[in-house]
């Protein structure tokens, strides 16, 4: 998943999915199905994300079943440009994510990330 998003790929970002699958961003807005989630990463990647990068770094792996599993894992956004085009600090938070094993293919079913607060300076 980070992969195709780094390299700004709504396309391949969203093959990682489930056809039916949800994605709710840092800022709570939720999509669900492949074409919604395709169309939210393009209009990203289009804007705001034009340049970032991420990096998700797993946590752990829960697995609920053979086929079914958690998986929490840290997130950096570099990149990432506020509306007069300048350059946001880094975004840290976290991803969890449920995979479903799909005919040996592991799938993202639901990605929810949270953003951590930015740390308060003079304290």
């Known amino acids: 998943?980070?992969?195709s998003f780094s390299r700004h790929d709504a396309h391949a970002?969203?093959?990682t999915f489930t056809e039916d699958g949800d994605f709710t961003n840092m800022a709570g807005?939720?999509?669900h199905g492949h074409q919604a989630i395709e169309g939210r990463f393009a209009s990203l990647f289009a804007g705001n994300l034009r340049t970032a990068q991420r990096t998700d770094t797993v946590r752990s792996i829960r697995?609920?079943?053979?086929t079914l599993a958690?998986?929490?894992a840290d997130t950096i956004i570099t990149g990432t440009r506020a509306p007069d085009g300048s350059e946001v600090p880094p975004r840290k938070g976290l991803m969890i994510v449920v995979v479903t094993n799909e005919g040996g293919h592991w799938l993202i079913s639901n990605?929810?990330?949270a953003?951590?607060?930015q740390p308060r300076s003079g304290r």
């Open 1 to 3: 998943f980070y992969a």
């Open 13 to 15: 970002a969203t093959m």
């Open 70 to 72: 958690l998986v929490d």
């Open 115 to 117: 953003e951590f607060p």
């Open 111 to 113: 990605f929810h990330e």
């Open 29 to 31: 807005i939720h999509v």
């Open 63 to 66: 697995f609920l079943t053979p």
